[in-house]
């Protein structure tokens, strides 16, 4: 379509940005102090844009990132972001293009074995192969009535509100700790506690000052953190403030209860809004009256599309109970088509070995993306159509071996 598509330049960032902008529905116009900001996240290399007469229209970019998979493993992934098309070229295959080519690199230059995103819209990806990989929920509780018991802290351990510098040097020491128990999340870098905490500003965003409370155990070691906003409301003398989490991780479930205790015991407080929550989250079964959670939104969160289904499928664990089973992956743009032997071993651990030997299931590669986390069940997808089973019983054994006690939660949006 006569569209030159490229890799950015350091003098392309502004007219990238105003394409961001435009395709977001934001003010197009982008501050020379902007441009400076996101200029620190983003990796140029890694940067799409797509060009009609010398105006950006469409834009593509993706970070290296780290997801924790069960069983712990870190593993090498294409973080997919600022996918945009200027209404006046949407539909003509531009997004498709610029994900052709970033799947392509991630697979065949940079060797990572998974990608993911966050869908603006739930339709858009599954034909490249993603599959809805973690979910969330949103609680908004009306503390008076929540019938919150008193429970005193463990033995020794504390909550200290901290100064946005404290936080930049323990909160990525409670996020390594939070991060390796939780299948689902990335890695955070320094710019982003830098944001979080306010040392950098992006002009484009308001910026609240958020508090912060610092869980620490016995041992003084620092397992959990809650950043929040309370805004100050009266009705006549009686106070009705509402309390905002923006961010509460843990490496405990001490600590974790500890600080939704904390957050729902605010004097003034009268509202929480829990922020983005993992389905199973222990916060509705922490107060007297759990309906008092009252689910504001649940929805898909991060999504998964495997790009080497060997390190994938070998990488995580199942749960420890021996057994075999030949998956036949589908995958149109080839990046995971393939059939696997998966040898589950008595420890959980796994070896995925190519094979020709009949499947036991067949499964597009966004339905292993939508199992791979441990997130979906396989029956279920099996009822929806979405995986056939060949072998009777496999789906059942498949079930067994991919789910997860407690479910992948990405608390990030990126
Ligand atoms: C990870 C992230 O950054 S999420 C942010 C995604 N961006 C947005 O939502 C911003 C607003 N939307 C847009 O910028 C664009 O519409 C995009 C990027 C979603 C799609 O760009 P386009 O260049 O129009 O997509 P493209 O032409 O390659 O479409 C490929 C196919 O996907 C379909 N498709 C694309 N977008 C959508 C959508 N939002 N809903 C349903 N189907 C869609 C197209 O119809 C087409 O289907 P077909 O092959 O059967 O004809």
């Not at 005193?152 to 040097?169: F, N, S, T």
């Not at 898909?300 to 021996?322: C, F, G, H, I, S």
């Not at 089973?325 to 959980?348: C, F, K, S, T």
Request: glycine share 8%.
């Amino acid at each position: 379509m006569g569209l030159d598509v490229r890799t950015l330049e350091a003098a392309d960032l502004p007219e990238w940005l105003r394409a961001v902008n435009t395709g977001f529905l934001r003010a197009p116009t982008v501050s020379d102090e902007e441009v400076e900001v996101r200029r620190q996240e983003i990796d140029l290399s890694r940067t799409q844009g797509a060009y009609d007469a010398g105006r950006c229209v469409a834009t593509f970019r993706s970070m290296p990132r780290e997801v924790t998979v069960p069983g712990g493993a870190l593993l090498d992934t294409d973080a997919i972001t600022n996918v945009t098309v200027t209404a006046t070229h949407r539909r003509r295959g531009l997004a498709t293009r610029l994900m052709a080519n970033d799947l392509r690199a991630a697979k065949e230059e940079r060797g990572e074995a998974l990608a993911i995103l966050i869908a603006a819209e739930y339709p858009i990806y599954g034909r490249f192969g993603f599959g809805p990989a973690t979910s969330y929920t949103e609680w908004f509780v009306e503390v008076p009535r929540a019938q919150l018991r008193p429970v005193p802290l463990p033995e020794g351990a504390r909550i200290d509100l901290a100064e946005p510098a404290e936080v930049r040097k323990v909160g990525p020491e409670v996020h390594e700790r939070f991060r390796r128990r939780t299948p689902g999340a990335i890695n955070r870098t320094e710019l982003w506690w830098q944001l979080e905490t306010g040392e950098i500003r992006n002009p484009a965003q308001g910026w609240t000052e958020p508090m912060f409370a610092v869980y620490r155990d016995a041992t003084g070691q620092a397992t959990g953190l809650a950043t929040y906003t309370v805004e100050e409301k009266w009705h006549g003398m009686y106070p009705e403030c509402p309390l905002s989490v923006r961010g509460l991780i843990a490496a405990t479930p001490e600590a974790e209860a500890a600080l939704w205790r904390f957050l729902l015991s605010v004097d003034w407080v009268s509202t929480v809004k829990a922020g983005i929550r993992a389905p199973d989250d222990l916060l509705p079964d922490l107060l007297g009256d759990p309906r008092c959670a009252k689910v504001d939104t649940t929805a898909d969160l991060m999504w998964v599309r495997v790009l080497d289904p060997k390190r994938a499928l070998e990488a995580r664990t199942y749960a420890p109970v021996p057994g075999a089973l030949v998956l036949d992956i589908q995958d149109p743009l080839g990046h995971a088509a393939g059939r696997y032997r998966l040898e589950v071993a008595a420890d959980g651990t796994a070896q995925a070995v190519p094979t020709t030997a009949s499947p036991d299931l067949t499964l597009p590669v966004a339905s292993l993306g939508a199992l791979y986390l441990g997130n979906e069940s396989v029956l279920r997808l099996a009822a929806l159509g979405r995986l056939a089973e060949e072998t009777p019983g496999a789906a059942i054994l498949a079930d067994a071996l991919f789910r997860t006690p407690r479910r992948p939660w990405c608390p990030d949006i990126f």
